[in-house]
């Protein structure tokens, strides 16, 4: 019999759970697949090189260090300490170890998404599901970037919010101390007090009416959540900048320029397939046709966060983290009006499902799946790189081993690449950093990649002596048949010109003939 037990036991240890299958399969196609998703975006690079700057010379630079702008520009490095994270690990594991470590992360946050939902419902079914369309949804905007943090953190901040609301468990002494991190890892730290506002105000309408044991509850509630607003707040400033920081998010979205011309600041795409516009769909219908209705502090988020996704794509990841729970919650009750007949078939298979994972417990999974990631990485089976068709990588090669003085105009896309690849021998015009570069910089770089008028008097004004531009491109095109200009390097990605002159004289006589590659 006691053996039977310890059996049991071991058994129940082995056995991946449907939590431990959920961090399973995410780190698996994050790790395994073939797409190389979390380096689709150029900005890892420069985070690096940054948090290298950082860990080098122990200051926090206050200006530009990577373009050629003189004076340099002013620049809040606010996610130093991500990226001294990231360039830590890019010590140790090269690229490799800080893709691995944000696909770690990642599926950490989902995971613990799903446990999450696991605890506010015993429908298993729905909460596989739920956690599928939340991660499918999310995933838009899965890059090793220091916006990973912000999931995380988010997902934690509305964890203990949520648990103070409807649990009156005093979670929110924990918050000044993730505020402390949170503030310094990324700028979503704004969203924070965003989420701890909605819960103040939701707090505050409820306290105006209603049976008087409700009403007292709710205005306790309010002076707790404002003073926690208050010591949140000032958590906020124990960074480099100090109240800056607090100006920063704001400025930034803010900037109607900005807003317009960053791709990632843009409306979601809804004639692309965009599991954003299902779950936001579905969440509109359960919301009508649901017998639970929301509350007024459930009602605020939806609210506020369907809207930050509509008006930003960037903003997708966030929305799926908090209307989860919400879909949740008005999803359950409707399963009760189903045919009689398949709800009992859809109860029995949901009790089966749920007996099954009770008897699982422990972290082997998870431990082991990171272990064998790390293992693959270490053998050299898993290894991870800028993808050669989508960055320069070539002409980047070519460009470390030539020499080419003067300035630099490179395509936007190419900047963050050539920071990590080619700094400090080359300094470029623009990169990833549109904040810092502003509405007048951002407006010079389009006017010129999109020919419009003055676009010569541009580089001239700049002194712009050597240009490195998609080839598939209106400025490529035009630089060709440009008599002051000549390439000197073209492949499908990138091509390289110089503009006719003294100083680049060997450089011209080397590649007297050089063509632009087929287009990709």
Same mark, same amino acid.
């Given at each position: 019999?006691?053996r039977?037990?310890?059996?049991?036991?071991?058994?129940?240890?082995?056995?991946?759970?449907i %939590?431990n299958?959920?961090?399973?399969?995410f780190?698996?196609?994050l790790?395994?697949?073939?797409?190389?998703?979390l380096?689709n975006?150029g900005? /890892?690079g420069?985070?690096?090189?940054t %948090?290298?700057?950082?860990?080098?010379?122990w200051?926090?630079?206050?200006h530009?260090?990577?373009?050629?702008?003189d004076?340099?520009?002013?620049?809040?490095a606010h996610?130093?300490l991500?990226?001294? /994270?990231m360039?830590?690990?890019f010590?140790?594991?090269?690229l490799?170890g800080?893709?691995?470590?944000?696909?770690?992360?990642?599926?950490?946050?989902?995971?613990?998404?799903?446990?999450?939902?696991?605890a506010?419902s015993? !429908?298993?079914?729905?909460v596989?599901?739920i956690?599928?369309l939340?991660?499918?949804?999310s995933s838009?905007?899965?890059?090793a970037?220091?916006?990973v943090?912000?999931?995380?953190f988010?997902?934690a901040?509305y964890y203990?919010?949520?648990?103070?609301?409807?649990?009156?468990?005093?979670?929110?002494?924990?918050l $000044?101390?993730?505020?402390?991190?949170?503030?310094?890892?990324?700028g979503?730290?704004?969203?924070?007090?965003?989420?701890l506002?909605?819960?103040?105000?939701?707090?505050?309408l409820?306290?105006?009416?209603?049976?008087?044991?409700?009403v007292?509850?709710?205005?306790?509630k309010?002076?707790?959540?404002f003073?926690?607003?208050l010591?949140?707040?000032?958590?906020c +400033?124990?960074?480099?900048v100090?109240y800056?920081?607090?100006?920063?998010p704001?400025?930034?979205?803010s900037?109607?320029?900005?807003m317009?011309?960053?791709t990632?600041?843009?409306s979601?795409?809804?004639?692309?397939?965009?599991p954003f516009?299902y779950?936001?769909?579905a969440?509109?219908?359960?919301a009508?046709?649901?017998?639970?209705?929301l509350n +007024?502090?459930?009602?605020g988020?939806?609210?506020?966060?369907?809207?930050?996704a509509?008006y930003?794509?960037?903003?997708?990841?966030l929305?799926?983290?908090?209307?989860a $729970?919400?879909?949740l919650?008005?999803?359950?009750?409707? /399963?009760?009006?189903?045919?009689?007949s398949f709800?009992?078939?859809?109860?029995?298979r949901n009790?089966?499902?749920a007996?099954i994972?009770?008897?699982?417990?422990?972290?082997?999974? $998870?431990?082991?799946?990171?272990?064998?990631?790390?293992g693959?990485a270490?053998?050299?089976?898993v290894?991870?790189?800028?993808?050669e068709n989508?960055?320069?990588?070539a002409a980047?090669e070519?460009?470390?081993?030539?020499a080419?003085?003067?300035?630099?105009?490179n !395509? !936007?896309?190419f %900047?963050d690449?050539i920071?990590?690849?080619?700094?400090p021998?080359?300094?470029v015009f623009?990169? %990833?950093?549109?904040?810092?570069?502003?509405?007048?910089?951002?407006a010079t770089?389009?006017?010129?990649?999109?020919?419009q008028?003055?676009w010569?008097e541009?580089?001239?004004?700049h002194k712009?002596?050597?240009?490195?531009?998609?080839?598939n491109?209106?400025l490529?095109?035009?630089?060709?048949?440009d008599?002051k200009w000549q390439?000197?390097?073209?492949?499908?990605?990138?091509?390289?010109?110089v503009?006719?002159?003294?100083?680049?004289? $060997?450089?011209?006589?080397?590649?007297?003939?050089?063509?632009?590659?087929?287009?990709k």
């Open positions: 019999m006691t039977s037990i310890a059996m049991a036991r071991i058994s129940a240890t082995l056995l991946p759970s %939590g299958m959920v961090f399973l399969s780190l698996t196609v790790v395994l697949g073939s797409d190389n998703r380096l975006d900005d /890892t420069y985070h690096i090189r %948090g290298e700057v950082i860990l080098e010379s200051r926090i630079p206050t530009d260090i990577f373009s050629a702008h004076p340099a520009l002013e620049w809040t996610e130093w991500a990226e001294v /994270t360039a830590a690990i010590k140790v594991g090269g490799t800080v893709v691995l470590f944000f696909a770690i992360l990642l599926s950490a946050t989902h995971w613990l998404l799903f446990l999450f939902l696991r506010k015993n !429908d298993l079914i729905l596989i599901a956690t599928l939340a991660t499918a949804t838009s905007h899965w890059l970037r220091p916006h943090f912000s999931l995380l988010t997902l901040w203990l919010l949520d648990r103070f609301q409807y649990d009156h468990q005093p979670t929110l002494i924990y $000044p101390c993730l505020m402390v991190f949170w503030v310094n890892l990324h979503g730290y704004f969203f924070g007090l965003v989420l506002s909605i819960y103040l105000a939701g707090n505050l409820h306290s105006l009416s209603g049976p008087p044991q409700k007292k509850r709710h205005r306790e309010v002076k707790h959540l003073f926690y607003l010591i949140v707040t000032g958590a +400033l124990i960074n480099p100090g800056e920081i607090l100006r920063f704001i400025k930034l979205t900037n109607r320029y900005l317009d011309h960053v990632e600041f843009l979601p795409n809804f004639h692309q397939t965009l516009k779950m936001l769909l969440t509109i219908g359960a009508s046709l649901s017998r639970k209705p +007024l502090i459930q009602v988020l939806l609210i506020v966060l369907s809207y930050m509509l930003s794509a960037r903003h997708v990841s929305f799926a983290i908090i209307a $729970p919400l879909l919650q008005l999803t359950e009750s409707m /399963t009760e009006r189903l045919p009689v709800f009992d078939f859809y109860q029995t009790r089966n499902l007996q994972d009770s008897n699982v417990t422990g972290y082997l999974w $998870p431990t082991f799946s990171v272990a064998c990631v790390i693959l270490l053998a050299g089976s290894r991870f790189t800028f993808d989508s960055f320069p990588v980047v070519f460009l470390k081993r030539e080419i003085s003067g300035n630099m105009f !395509d !936007d896309e %900047g690449y920071i990590y690849s080619a700094w021998k080359y300094r623009t990169d %990833g950093r549109s904040d810092m570069y502003g509405e007048k910089l951002g770089y389009f006017k010129v990649a999109t020919l008028p003055g010569r541009v580089l001239s004004h712009v002596s050597w240009i490195i531009f998609e080839t491109s209106a490529t095109a035009a630089l060709q048949d008599i390439a000197i390097y073209s492949d499908r990605v990138a091509t390289i010109f503009k006719k002159d003294s100083a680049n004289e $060997p450089l011209l006589a080397k590649y007297p003939a050089v063509t632009l590659a087929r287009s």
